[in-house]
């Protein structure tokens, strides 16, 4: 079983930053950012294997948006830089139950309870 509980979110102006932090306990193997706006679907951000050497994005947040983790810490992170209106929504931290990288909702197995990010124009 894993928790997960993320911080970081909050409200930032259109250009700005913000990282992300997820802590997870119990045994991660690869992580995920996903984000969820209102009336929309859960959208994949970005995935990390479990070394850290190896992370996939979306492609309309690449440049943008760097997932990393650190192990002795159990703690995945997301730096969102460049931050756009349209990245208004609730970003989740997903742990998955392999080792595989996944960019779908259904490769997690386990969710944190989410954070909400506003960016304003």
């Known amino acids: 079983q894993v928790q997960l509980v993320e911080s970081g979110g909050g409200w930032v102006q259109s250009g700005g930053s913000l990282r992300l932090s997820c802590a997870a306990s119990?045994?991660?193997?690869?992580m995920g950012w996903f984000r969820q706006a209102p009336g929309k679907e859960r959208e994949f951000l970005a995935t990390?294997?479990?070394?850290?050497?190896?992370?996939y994005y979306a492609g309309f947040v690449e440049g943008r948006f760097t997932i990393s983790r650190d192990n002795a810490k159990n703690t995945v992170y997301l730096q969102m830089n460049s931050l756009k209106p349209e990245d208004t929504a609730v970003y989740y931290c997903?742990?998955?139950?392999?080792?595989?990288?996944?960019?779908?909702?259904?490769?997690?197995?386990?969710w944190g309870q989410g954070t909400q990010v506003t960016v304003s124009s």
């Open positions: 997903a742990a998955a139950g392999n080792y595989a990288l996944g960019r779908l909702v259904e490769n997690y197995d386990y």
């Open positions: 119990g045994r991660t193997r690869t």
């Open positions: 990390i294997i479990k070394s850290g050497g190896t992370a």
